[in-house]
């Protein structure tokens, strides 16, 4: 896919941490950047209310490439989000109002602002609505459909594998739009570089192609418009299942979606063999210290990973609360408070409640049938102790110390019971 030859320290670094599968051009690329700082793109569609950890990878790299000198844009696709984008997915995404995707692209330039940091110089944020939403399709299709042949677009994976399932007309013009935005934030901004997941490869080629047949934009031609696409690897666990999902969905950024417990407990529960890899693309810690934490007890090179990366999405205070109450639940130290935790009534307690129906109330499990079947396998505790009567009711003698309860699920899910 790539040459080792590439001289660029930006480029190698990302290499190094594992965000690199195909560049179109990689040496012109290289040549480039080690003539001055370039502009680059990421885009990511509003088509819900929240980004999850698996859209974050390219804003991790822009991260990585700003420090290095160059200037990223996170484009947010407030008009593309209104067709959807046929990559990677099975059947045509649900349409959403307008007012909604308005709503989830301001949600998203928040979370976005307070992970990068928008300066307007260094980077910035800007919404393809702009030059979308009023767009003269007749115009459109003799400027740039005429640019695209049909043939080609067929050849891409993500048309090849929609096609046997049934491709709407909507979706097939994405594709178009895209390479649209790259043409549009090249004229906008200087814009030559656009990154994203593998699964972009084409929607990205195309982009880069429409340049050049607009603006005559070669390596040795008009120099001034040259344009080069990057991917990255579509990260997956060890297990081969898609990185940031667990049985519960996505692991969201916004905390009222996943909690910041749950966020934390997530990285602090991936797979050994991941460990090493989620450092080098999810943190900012030099590799030489990546490698010496890995190097140690497995256990605390997880928790680590956990506290550096909820340190970045939700910040010290959430973090420090998050491994002070993730301490509490597995070893009995740290601060019980900042556990997950519901609310009990008093009353409730002295008529005593089913353990069954306290496991749902705690969402720690999804229906009495799945907390019976927890108990009868031995995967339920109170307080420490294994409860193994499916009919049992817990009272006020349950309480421990502190006038509370704590249930755990398995042996990675706690919730502490609060008595109001």
């Known amino acids: 896919m790539y040459n080792d030859n590439i001289m660029n320290k930006a480029l190698e670094d990302l290499k190094a941490r594992g965000f690199f599968a195909q560049c179109t051009d990689e040496q012109g690329l290289s040549d480039l950047m080690d003539k001055g700082p370039v502009t680059f793109y990421i885009g990511c569609d509003p088509t819900g209310p929240s980004l999850h950890i698996g859209h974050m990878v390219p804003f991790f790299a822009l991260r990585h490439l700003r420090a290095a000198g160059h200037r990223g844009i996170a484009l947010i696709g407030g008009g593309t989000a209104r067709i959807g984008d046929p990559s990677g997915k099975t059947e045509m995404r649900k349409m959403i109002s307008y ?83 790259f043409y549009m934030l090249h004229q906008r901004h200087g814009c030559v570089l656009q990154i994203g997941g593998d699964d972009q490869w084409g929607n990205i080629t195309a982009g880069v192609d429409l340049i050049r047949r607009k603006l005559g934009g070669t390596t040795e031609l008009n120099a001034q418009h040259q344009a080069y696409g990057l991917t990255f690897p579509l990260i997956t666990r060890s297990d081969g ?8 969905g996505a692991i969201f950024l916004d905390k009222s979606l996943t909690s910041v417990f749950d966020f934390f407990q997530y990285w602090r529960n991936v797979a050994d063999p991941d460990v090493e890899k989620f450092f080098k693309l999810f943190t900012f810690l030099p590799l030489d210290e990546i490698s010496r934490i890995c190097a140690g007890d497995i256990n605390q090179a997880k928790e680590r990973l956990a506290y550096e990366v909820t340190l970045l999405i939700h910040g010290k205070e959430e973090a420090d609360n998050a491994l002070a109450g993730a301490k509490a639940a597995f070893s009995g130290e740290g601060d019980k408070s900042q556990m997950p935790a519901v609310e009990l009534s008093k009353d409730e307690l002295s008529a005593g409640v089913g353990i069954l129906t306290l496991y749902v109330k705690a969402k720690l499990t999804p229906s009495n049938s799945d907390a019976r079947r927890l108990v009868t396998q031995n ?42």
């Open 99 to 181: 007012e909604q995707i308005d709503a989830n692209t301001e949600n998203i330039r928040k979370q976005l602002d307070a992970f990068i940091g928008f300066d307007d110089k260094t980077a910035l944020a800007d919404n393809n609505k702009n030059w979308l939403a009023d767009m003269n399709y007749i115009d459109f299709l003799r400027e740039i459909g005429s640019c695209f042949s049909v043939n080609k677009m067929l050849t891409f994976e993500a048309y090849k594998q929609r096609l046997e399932r049934g491709l709407s007309f909507i979706e097939f013009n994405y594709q178009l739009l895209q390479a649209y935005d």
């Open 241 to 248: 299942k898609k990185m940031g999902k667990t049985e519960k």
């Open 379 to 420: 995967g339920a505790a109170l307080n420490g102790k294994t409860v193994t009567d499916v009919k049992y009711t817990v009272t006020e003698k349950d309480l421990d110390d502190d006038g509370e309860l704590v249930l755990r699920a398995g042996k990675k899910k706690f919730c502490r019971i609060v008595i109001k």
